[in-house]
């Protein structure tokens, strides 16, 4: 049997564990050198193989790839760029063939979101019809958990296990400070359409009314009159209170909260941030000294408190794609199977693309409690073991000592092509 | 000899270790118990004293009291309230003594930041004076590593730890994002007088380039031109650009970053952010992609990344407190003393009250590069110690199991008082 190269490239907004996925596809090609010779990277995702630019896997040490498992980030970097129709760019596509037939690549696996997917199903149509044979399998990851068909996407979980002990702590915080300083503590986590992270801080709630006492949803229509009650309850039945919002929380006009006419003191627009405005609103109309947060990028690279399960899940993934490909399955996605919550069992599985492609997972409305500010115990239940398990990098002088790796360049065999 | 009660209390703003503080004065306490009969804690510090309302710390179980050491936020809760001078508010201090004499307490440990040490400096003059005989003793706490005579201060080296691991995984997250998307990330820590905190996020740089690039400190005056060009040259150089900001950081006319006169959409002045002020200016002026966070209660509050250097230093204190005060010692503050760097060595001493009070410990000039962006070697070899070592709490269903106090109050013998 003849070996083949294979392309991995990463996509998208990176996470906590998509590093993860990576070793589980160099270590799970590694174990099949007579199907898979070399892993090529994609330096910055898809753009890397349109540029002809390859990172030889091969020339990374065991221990670096092995690193990867507890490495934040994207090693191999990712991009925000989305390959357009095959109609119109033809020339896209046959590029990507150019460069997979030059470098003998029969593989490609390509580890993101909605739009991967969507790209990854394109190539192996366009490769078909220009009749070279390459097998094409997507690898989900997204913080934002709306992949279809998989319980839960590779990243979701640790950025959910973040929130959660990040609000429980700053919920026991206020509560300390409350007697006769801050009474309000609002955190701004990620989330632009879908609330699945701003529900994970739910998870720190308990009986002892630690954690988030409201969740702004982007599900909901914010009303601020509610929300203000709310708080004001409360505060005066606790002393404190400790607020979730998601950065896609909206007006009933559908403008977004973090889009509320924030000016300098140039009168320039500023940057988004919905904590301030939630922040802003409670001074205003209840007057209770208030303090805020935005998490933005440090809640999906906080590797240090990254799930355990969701690592493995990110691992498996990349495992199972390279499988999946060595089975002869093209133009499909692993996906995560639940089979039990208590006590939590899981295993892989898959789905063709063509059924995944820009499929958007919404957050099921019996997920949202009655009054749009709490998560229901069905929601809960499904969140729950999605944040089990510690796995903590490896420390150097009080710093994880997460890798960077050397990313030797493969030779380039072909003339420069303009990336649009 | 007779055993006598003991009063604690912590004051100010709270920290990821303060409880070990607390875990150390009571564990040492219950050591001495021909001395030291019961440990009441004052709820919400010093207010609960002067309204009498003190927590039997006998009646917790030894394991909870043992959870202290992993639980962050304040048990008996905090509190912003700075007793008045002894000449024009005497009926405050005769208060305390009347509620010390009720419950037969002998011994005074405040847990705080400088001017909790001032309180317990005046305490233990007014008992002098009125004839009381309490042994007092200040115990060191303060995010803002701001205390005179004492190497550092317990919370500090845990805040550090934690900007500096942020810092190092959201610059990760940039890198993996630039090519196409995000350039320049800024991250705002606390430090409205001092750069300590922003400091520690230098930590976090190596020869990989990753961590900061930039920091502005409120020990320089922020020059927008010096900054953006700094800004441009890292994103031409290598793709992007790591910035931490100090919530301190102020124009050449003393205005604060933060106090940017920013408005919302009906013209009423927004609550501070610097990391937005500086995003904005980048956008503005670089036009370049920017992502903020603003860290806020998450970094004083995440005993999950608390340094263990941190957390010996806070139990240590406590335990020292006790010891002091057993030996006679009164109107004293424990200090951490260093004794070597690498490998790092140190123990504990003490320092008279008198000469703490209301001293601030400003960070050496020499600690800040010339340019005024970054540390120098000498401040890394001051701070590195400090974030050394992890010590994490343990977990249930994938959150840290931080414990909640009985909190069983001692029975009031006295008239109401009204704090004012």
């Known amino acids: 049997m003849t070996a083949y190269n294979a392309f991995y490239a990463q996509s998208g907004g990176v996470t906590p564990v998509i590093n993860a996925s990576a070793a589980g596809v160099i270590q799970t090609a590694a174990l099949h050198p007579d199907q898979i010779n070399k892993v090529y990277a994609g330096q910055d995702g898809i753009l890397g193989a349109l540029t002809e630019t390859l990172i030889d896997t091969s020339l990374e040490s065991t221990q670096d790839i092995e690193a990867l498992k507890y490495t934040p980030s994207g090693a191999f970097g990712s991009c925000r760029y989305k390959l357009k129709g095959v109609d119109d760019f033809k020339a896209q596509y046959e590029r990507l063939i150019d460069v997979f037939k030059a470098h003998d690549i029969r593989y490609f696996f390509y580890n993101g979101g909605g739009d991967s997917q969507d790209t990854t199903h394109k190539v192996s149509q366009v490769a078909e019809k220009m009749g070279y044979p390459i097998t094409c399998v997507g690898i989900p990851k997204t913080i934002d958990n709306d992949l279809p068909f998989t319980d839960c996407s590779p990243g979701f979980g640790s950025v959910a296990k973040y929130v959660a002990v990040s609000i429980l702590e700053a919920s026991m915080d206020v509560a300390s400070m409350s007697s006769s300083s801050t009474k309000v503590f609002v955190m701004e986590v990620m989330g632009r359409h879908a609330g699945w992270i ?223």
């Open 198 to 420: 701003a529900a994970a801080s739910g998870l720190a709630a308990d009986e002892r009314e630690l954690g988030p006492d409201i969740i702004i949803f982007p599900e909901r229509v914010f009303d601020p009159e509610a929300f203000t009650s709310k708080v004001a309850e409360a505060v005066a039945r606790k002393g404190h209170c400790a607020v979730v919002v998601s950065e896609g929380a909206k007006y009933s006009d559908g403008r977004f909260l973090a889009d509320s006419g924030v000016k300098d003191a140039f009168g320039h627009a500023q940057l988004g941030g919905v904590a301030p405005v939630v922040c802003d609103l409670i001074k205003r109309t209840l007057n209770l000294k208030c303090h805020w947060a935005v998490c933005d990028y440090l809640q999906r690279a906080a590797r240090h408190i990254g799930s355990k399960t969701d690592v493995e899940h990110a691992y498996a993934l990349g495992k199972a794609a390279v499988e999946l490909a060595l089975n002869g399955q093209n133009a499909v996605m692993p996906t995560i199977k639940r089979l039990s919550n208590a006590p939590y069992k899981w295993t892989t599985s898959h789905v063709e693309l063509k059924d995944v492609a820009n499929v958007e997972e919404k957050m099921p409305s019996h997920y949202i409690s009655d009054d749009g500010f709490f998560i229901t115990p069905e929601c809960r239940e499904y969140l729950q073991p999605l944040i089990l398990g510690e796995d903590y990098p490896s420390y150097s002088n009080g710093i994880p000592d997460y890798v960077v790796l050397k990313k030797n360049k493969v030779p380039r065999l072909l003339a420069h092509f303009e990336v649009e």
